[in-house]
């Protein structure tokens, strides 16, 4: 079957990258994209989990900050009874 060129844009390292994890594993690009294309024909579907990258809502982002910060921390707790006792208070 005749061969057909087509043209992605990438961002320069995100391809860096890309070719050289393909390089250790004895692929180029063009070779990836065709086994990629041909498992999306095969199974009828992207053969991976596409998600949204996890967002933190405002409260856990809060929690984030102030750890990073070092703030509203309590313990070290010398036991875990301890550490429960204080949570049950």
């Not at 005749?2 to 995100?14: A, C, G, N, R």
Request: proline share 4%; hydrophobic share 40%; no cysteine.
């Amino acid at each position: 079957m005749p061969k057909k060129v087509i043209s992605i844009k990438m961002d320069e390292d995100l391809k860096r990258d890309t070719e050289k994890v393909l390089k250790s594993m004895g692929l180029n690009m063009s070779t990836a994209i065709n086994l990629f294309a041909r498992q999306v024909v095969n199974r009828g579907y992207i053969p991976f989990e596409i998600k949204a990258a996890y967002v933190p809502n405002a409260e856990t982002r809060k929690t984030l900050d102030d750890v990073k910060a070092g703030k509203n921390l309590v313990g070290p707790f010398k036991s875990t009874k301890e550490m429960m006792d204080y949570l049950n208070d």
